[in-house]
T-cell receptor, first 115, second 111 residues
Framework: NAGVTQTPKFQVLKTGQSMTLQCAQD?????MYWYRQDPGMGLRLIYY???????DKGEVPNGYNVSRLNKREFSLRLESAAPSQTSVYFC??????????????FGEGSRLTVL | GQSLEQPSEVTAVEGAIVQINCTYQ??????LSWYQQHDGGAPTFLSY??LDGLEETGRFSSFLSRSDSYGYLLLQELQMKDSASYFC????????????WGAGTKLIIKP
């Protein structure tokens, strides 16, 4: 099982360029998330999708857009990259079973540098 | 507001026992989760406490006291591979789908 797969793993952008981070999960999970993690920091939620067809803002949504393409895929788009968006981005997914342990399954991360 | 506080760094010796604390302030509380993250890696789920008490999974245990707004992760028989950052997280009272994260505790293990 692949779990949660993110692409690309590394990307360098120039200020003002756009790009899309792709995420796919094969665990039939309903909820998907995009987080960013800055050096030495915890995780901050950018956007999430509770179920197919819905998306909601997290703590730090400015400068990002998302698309829940289907149940498996959840993409994150930077329309006009800024140096402040240099970070490691993690996609995660979670089941929505009644007994919610809060267990998130994470992808390996996408390391983005904006020059 | 809602927040979880953890020590930024803890140092221990290989083979020893270490406790990583997490105190929280939230208007509602739905349980505490723990994650491990190695440098350059992704967070991985370790444990969850929905009720007061101790949960044990091999060398790792996690404890919760809701009356004290406090939990901890206990790592026994420390191994060098346990060197990592450990995060506590709690479900947000504002949303069933969001977690509130602590800033993480870097565990340094010395031989």
């Amino acid at each position: 099982n692949a779990g949660v797969t993110q692409t690309p793993k590394f990307q360098v952008l120039k200020t003002g360029q756009s790009m899309t981070l792709q995420c796919a999960q094969d665990m039939n999970h309903n909820s998907m998330y995009w987080y960013r993690q800055d050096p030495g920091m915890g995780l901050r939620l950018i956007y999430y999708s509770a179920s197919e067809g819905t998306t909601d803002k997290g703590e730090v949504p400015n400068g990002y857009n998302v698309s829940r393409l289907n149940k498996r895929e959840f993409s994150l788009r930077l329309e006009s990259a800024a140096p402040s968006q240099t970070s490691v981005y993690f996609c995660a997914s979670k089941t929505s079973l009644q007994r919610d342990t809060g267990e998130l399954f994470f992808g390996e991360g996408s390391r983005l540098t904006v020059l | 507001g809602q927040s979880l506080e953890q020590p930024s760094e803890v140092t221990a010796v290989e083979g020893a026992i270490v406790q990583i604390n997490c105190t929280y302030q939230t208007s509602g509380f739905y349980g505490l989760s723990w994650y491990q993250q190695h440098d350059g890696g992704a967070p991985t789920f370790l444990s969850y406490n929905g009720l007061d008490g101790l949960e044990e999974t091999g060398r790792f245990s996690s404890f919760l006291s809701r009356s004290d707004s406090y939990g901890y992760l206990l790592l026994q028989e420390l191994q060098m591979k346990d060197s990592a950052s450990y995060f506590c997280a709690a479900r947000s009272p504002d949303s069933n789908y969001q977690l509130i994260w602590g800033a993480g505790t870097k565990l340094i293990i010395k031989p």
